[in-house]
């Protein structure tokens, strides 16, 4: 019993065959007391694998039970005793752009029926969206040369998956949905640097840090009123699964700072059907434009007037710019209609938006426009009109964003905006109730924390 033949009988790699003889060299120097030891264990490993395959049949867990049953399960013991054979094997990929699920499938010499059929009961079910970074499980089994899908798993969203098995020549496709429990929150931080990092370190996810950010943009400037050991407070929503792992946000209920030496306290309020954040008086912070239409930015250029990067000579800066990684969003800074979206002049690939009689906001160099905009259509304050770049007169990917008040630019970061409506009667009586509701809880959880 050489192991060099054995090795070329199985198709190792050569890596593995090398360890593979070494080994067997090395029993043949005492080769019988080994044999022995080798045929004993073996009949350990035998008597293992019986006694843990009649107890999975017992266990008929949930994710092995169809498996089980099925002809593939009289399979199993071959694949385990014959496993450098196995016809099974699992794939684990990850989802690319433009990835759609036949694409995928196809990568791994599956069987063109096999594809077609499994798809079709997909698109039947309308469960075909899969996005980039999703992971996706395949286990195939060769047969005759192709190989066939025993099953197919891939998540759809946060908290639905999708699974695929094998039913003789058709499959069983079903939907899984985590059952997620709300549960509710508050976190808060001294910020150090900014408010990004001190938010991720107390444990709040990204998306909530990006609408707390919004809910603040109109009134604080995150550029230049963060000072040290200013603070935050945030009473959010999570969605947790049964492992307490966190698999959705909700919304915030109640959003804090301490900046400026002073605190501003902002509280969610349905009203008109439209949730919104009023302060303890009752005023919405919603004002008409933003002064940052960007999360992220930095500040980078002021208005004024300042020695251009490129012609060289003073002139008047007559915008705002926003130092950001090309690709960031861009916002309408508030609600309008695009009077302008294609390249003008210098400012490169430019969107142009009326807010009313007296405003226009501008925003210019931009790496591609927002889905769907173009002059004429109609924007909400908020919406994604362009990503940032540096097309046209520009030094490197930033946000020049310009505010026009009557035709003429005006400094955004320092313009005086309307500010948000009050609560009045009926609706300021709701949002009192509401408010001490808040409280209560919001003192509750402090104390449990
Ligand atoms: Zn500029």
């Keep these: 019993m050489s192991g060099l033949r054995i090795t070329n009988f199985l198709n190792f790699s050569t890596k593995q065959k090398k360890k593979i003889t070494l080994f067997f060299s090395f029993l043949n120097q005492r080769k019988y007391p080994f044999f022995f030891f080798l045929i004993g264990f073996f009949f350990v490993i035998y008597a293992l694998v019986v006694n843990q395959v009649k107890s999975y049949s017992k266990l008929k867990e949930k994710n092995f039970n169809s498996f089980l049953k099925s002809d593939e399960f009289t399979n199993i013991k071959e694949f385990i005793f014959d496993n450098i054979k196995s016809p099974y094997k699992e794939y684990n990929y990850t989802v690319e752009n433009n990835d759609t699920l036949e694409k995928i499938l196809k990568k791994y010499n599956i069987d063109n ?74 976190l808060s931080n001294t910020i150090k640097n900014n408010l990004y990092n001190s938010a991720i370190k107390a444990g709040v996810e990204p998306n909530i840090i990006v609408e707390f950010a919004n809910i603040f943009g109109f009134e604080v400037d995150f550029q230049r009123d963060i000072r040290a050991d200013d603070t935050f407070e945030i009473y959010y929503e999570q969605y947790v699964d049964d492992e307490n792992i966190v698999r959705n946000t909700g919304k915030i209920i109640y959003a804090s700072m301490f900046v400026n030496n002073k605190e501003l306290s902002l509280y969610n309020f349905k009203h ?45 800066h007559q915008g705002t710019d926003f130092a950001a990684p090309k690709g960031t969003p861009i916002m309408a800074s508030g609600s309008g209609v695009i009077l302008r979206a294609q ?10 938006i009326k807010h009313n009689s007296t405003y226009v906001t501008a925003y210019g160099h931009m790496s591609k426009y927002g889905r769907g905009i173009k002059k004429g259509v109609r924007v909400n304050q908020g919406r994604i009109i362009g990503y940032v770049g540096s097309t046209g007169m520009s030094t490197g990917p930033h946000l020049h964003y310009e505010v026009l008040k009557n035709g003429k630019r005006i400094n955004s970061q320092r313009m ?30 402090r104390e449990n924390k």
């Design 272 to 316: 008109d059907n439209k949730q919104g954040y009023y302060d303890v008086d009752g005023k919405s912070v919603i004002k008409t434009l933003m002064k940052t239409p960007i999360n992220g930015a930095r500040l980078s250029s002021s208005f004024g007037m300042r020695k251009h990067p490129i012609l060289g000579y003073n002139k008047l």
């Design 343 to 352: 390249k003008y002049k210098g400012y490169g690939n430019y969107v142009s």
């Design 113 to 186: 029926a096999d594809i077609n059929n499994l798809i079709s009961e997909i698109v039947k079910k309308k469960l075909t969206n899969i996005s980039p970074g999703a992971p996706i499980q395949i286990v195939t089994k060769e047969e005759k040369g192709t190989n066939k899908i025993i099953s197919l798993f891939y998540p759809i969203d946060a908290i639905n998956s999708v699974e695929a098995k094998k039913n003789k020549d058709t499959f069983d496709v079903s939907k899984i949905i985590l059952k997620l429990k709300k549960k509710e929150i508050v």
């Design 416 to 445: 005086k905006l309307p500010s948000g409506k009050i609560l009045s009667n009926e609706a300021r009586n709701k949002f009192e109730v509401e408010r001490i509701k808040i409280d209560v809880k919001l003192a509750r959880l």
